[in-house]
């Protein structure tokens, strides 16, 4: 069908074109053409599973608070002078085939970029574009070096590895691949069509379930979505890292020799659950290809580039994208755009004077702003690699009396506590997204308080360092400002009672008491996870004996944070963070099929040849300020 685009004369639309891939299956594409067009032009790609004609979910502005449609925005780039083409992934609204996540979209990106190469209105330049799973889906075909593609511009997501970041994380299981999953199965075609099927999803209370764990196909909130259910047990027991991990759509690491050698655009953000994929596509993309790589990592949680805050925290003005970086999102992927489809020299890099652009959180007064969130603050920073190359790493170890220090404890000795898995310790922001209604990211004060949390059902008011079964290990306060930009790794020796355990950490910045906050505030940084079983290997398992004592790396993600003289740094050390990773039940049991919980009583030793510590990337207070556009 063509028709005019809603609102705009100028823009021809040709709707539900079915392009044919390989395996015969059809996917609907809708075509934006400017009516003025006199001959080819360049084309922009989008491939969804969320609906061609649906709203833009992260589509929004400082000055337009509505999400645009994503009509709206095809016709906005079509009447820039591009050929725009947004396609329903397979098995999504208008294009047949099974929707299987994430699993497709490398041969199915390849197929529709062949075909667009051959069509009269393509002057042979395709760049891509997409957020979140249109990021993966973008990375996923350029595994494949398609025909005609020129540019990407890849917004939180692209898998690296989805075994190490985005599924599975330190061995466990991301729970928001479960409220994901519930979500999208109450919106799939196939809900719409099954009128005993949507009033099966809309009976389960989700936020029961989470509660209700153990799960197990047939009893979970997806029982009434089989697929679903389908697709939530076979990434959550596939543990090892296998072939299963190792394919185009989920692991970019094993095909960079392949991968398209394009000018390519990586936007992440601290609270994210793509932090580690951005920085791992970045650095490995510059070193492998010869064209442009540029990253821009801010401080938002998924998609919040024009908020100035991330949960309770707020990091001022100049944290935004908006008036930041480029007037707007969707200026500077025209900018983008320009630059490298129309060779339009005048337009700027992302960013100009280097690859890296970063957003250093911290520098502001810890007062409580109008909105009742924390003014952390914080400035942008450019840099020719990231980390910067005058980082350098500290050592901070775990003392006994709970403190961290710069010298190795004197005496020999561990700390012990016991974590029991229908107990865990509650998650509470983070780098995480798609947890809605279970649990949100961003930065909060790391107390269990009411309207938080909807798991617990506790909300104690109590900080999380009192739980007996989380270790807090506290610096003095800071004589002078620390800043910290990089990845971080928190290197422990351990043991337990029981055949498997997880071992947890957390880097919090800590505010002194104020008339704002006379608690002080306890500002989570980053975190991370280790499932102690996959110790010897991401391929194979290996269970603890009991008395033994194993060393361990935690590495929670890279971050950019200034801790002001005034402030302490806190490392808080436990064996669970619910429900954004799995339960581990202590007991050994196959990956997402466990029936039973143990209590384990697991220890962090310290000092002498088994000394635990924190390495902390410091960078001076010299890299380069960006000042806003």
Not at 67 to 96: H, K, M, N, W
Not at 191 to 196: F, K, M, S, V
Not at 570 to 596: A, K, M, W
Request: aromatic share 12%.
């Amino acid at each position: 069908m063509v028709a005019n685009s809603p609102g705009n004369s100028d823009c021809i639309i040709d709707s539900n074109v079915l392009v044919t891939m390989r395996d015969g299956v059809t996917l609907a594409t809708d075509i934006y053409r400017p009516r003025s067009m006199s001959g080819p032009l360049p084309v922009l790609l989008e491939r969804t599973p969320y609906d061609k004609c649906g709203i833009s979910r992260t589509d929004i502005s400082l000055a337009r608070s509505e999400p645009l449609t994503r009509i709206e925005l095809a016709t906005f780039f079509a009447c820039q002078g591009y050929v725009v083409v947004v396609q329903d992934c397979r098995g999504r609204y208008g294009s047949d085939g099974v929707f299987t996540k994430y699993i497709n979209e490398a041969e199915d990106g390849f197929d529709t970029m062949a075909w667009l190469i051959d069509q009269p209105w393509c002057d042979g330049r395709i760049g891509t574009m997409g957020f979140s799973y249109g990021a993966h889906a973008q990375c996923a075909q350029a595994c494949l070096n398609p025909p005609g593609l020129a540019c990407m511009f890849m917004d939180s997501g692209g898998f690296a590895s989805a075994f190490h970041g985005g599924i599975r994380r330190g061995g466990a299981f991301e729970l928001k691949q479960a409220t994901w999953a519930y979500r999208h199965a109450l919106r799939s075609p196939a809900t719409a069509q099954d009128p005993e099927r949507l009033a099966g999803l809309q009976a389960r209370d989700i936020v029961e379930w989470f509660q209700d764990m153990p799960w197990y196909p047939g009893h979970s909130p997806l029982s009434a979505a089989p697929e679903y259910e389908d697709y939530l047990f076979q990434l959550w027991r596939e543990g090892c890292f296998t072939d299963y991990w190792r394919r185009a759509g989920l692991y970019a690491e094993g095909f960079y020799d392949t991968f398209a050698d394009v000018p390519t655009a990586i936007v992440g953000s601290w609270y994210d659950p793509y932090v580690l994929t951005s920085i791992t596509n970045f650095n490995a993309l510059s070193r492998t290809k010869q064209s442009p790589i540029h990253l821009l990592m801010g401080p938002w949680t998924h998609g919040g580039r024009s908020r100035t805050y991330a949960g309770d925290v707020d990091f001022g003005d100049r944290s935004t994208l908006d008036k930041n970086i480029a007037a707007d999102y969707n200026q500077l992927r025209l900018d983008w755009f320009n630059r490298w489809l129309k060779g339009d020299t005048n337009q700027p890099d992302l960013p100009p004077e280097d690859p890296v652009r970063y957003f250093q959180m911290g520098g502001g007064d810890g007062h409580k702003n109008t909105a009742g969130r924390l003014n952390h603050g914080g400035i942008w920073r450019s840099a020719s690699s990231f980390p910067p190359a005058d980082t350098v790493v500290h050592c901070w170890y775990l003392q006994p009396a709970g403190q961290l220090g710069a010298e190795v404890p004197a005496s020999t000795g561990d700390m012990v506590y016991d974590y029991d898995p229908n107990d865990p310790v509650p998650t509470i922001g983070g780098a995480l997204t798609s947890g809605e209604p279970i649990m949100d990211g961003g930065a909060y004060d790391q107390r269990d308080r009411p309207g938080l949390f909807r798991y617990t059902g506790k909300n104690t008011g109590q900080s999380l360092a009192n739980r007996p079964d989380v270790l807090s290990f506290v610096s003095p306060v800071l004589s002078e400002d620390l800043i910290v930009t990089g990845a971080v790794a928190v290197q422990l020796w351990v043991g337990s009672d029981c055949p498997d355990t997880d071992f947890t950490v957390k880097l919090i910045d800590v505010y002194p008491p104020s008339d704002d906050f006379p608690d002080g505030f306890a500002m989570n940084i980053t975190d991370g996870i280790f499932r102690m079983r996959y110790r010897q290997g991401w391929d194979q398992e290996a269970f603890m004996q009991a008395g033994e004592i194993y060393p361990v790396t935690i590495e929670p993600f890279a971050t950019s944070n200034l801790f002001r003289a005034g402030h302490q740094l806190r490392l808080d050390i436990s064996s669970s963070n619910y429900p954004h990773f799995d339960r581990n039940p202590n007991t050994g049991e196959p990956e997402g099929n466990s029936q039973y919980t143990r209590v384990a009583r697991n220890r962090i030793y310290l000092g002498g040849e088994h000394a635990s510590r924190l390495l902390l990337p410091v960078s001076p207070a010299l890299s380069h300020e960006v000042r806003p556009t």
